[in-house]
């Protein structure tokens, strides 16, 4: 069975602060895909990466993909308020969406 | 719809009761989701529409469960006899293709209740 290890799993942080979740598995992923859920709502799509070793960056977040495909970092700089939600990361190796493999997210919470 | 759009947001049902959640995805998109998020747990497939059949039903905990899409368009998941297990947020998905290089757009979910 495949699975996403996601941590931490809860994060509270004060405003300016850096922080860094991990998505990890010990299996390979064609693609992996970040999505962060804020309560009352659905996960959004933020990014997705299919090449070992790439980075991505969407202003204050960086991404990136393991050399071997099987793990995945997320870093926020400068964190903010707005930032705080549950931070997914889902796998996918069947080319079709609906055999992603889903973490169990992490939980962030930013405080001003 | 500019979204996919999920009703009712919230439902409280008394045990045993069946309760039906409704998804619009958006329009044109030819694949959609159905998922279960509980409490503590990850996102949970149940099933999954490529136009109106339902080639995989493969994450359906039980023979309770079942769900139908028309006219390329609207879906039902339907749970007969609700248990309190059942308790959840319900999210429905879709997106253009079904192929991974296709973005899956969330709804914004049914929270269901069952006391």
Redesign the interface.
Known sequence: TQLLEQSPQFLSIQEGENLTVYCNSSSVF??LQWYRQEP??????LVTVVTGGEVKKLKRLTFQFGDARKDSSLHITAAQPGDTGLY?C?G?N?????K?I????TSLAVNP | GAG?SQSPSNKVTEKGKDVELRCDPISGHT?L?WYRQRL????E?LI?FQGNSAP?KSGLPSDRFSAERTGESVSTLTIQRTQQEDSAVY?C?S?LY???G????????SWLTVV
């Open positions: 064609s693609s009352g709502e659905g996960p959004v799509l997914l889902a996918n069947a080319g079709n969406n609906r992603l889903w973490g169990l997210g | 996919v694949a989701y503590g747990q990850g996102l497939f999954y995989d999210l998905a997106s079904p192929g991974s296709n973005t899956i757009y969330f709804g914004e979910g």
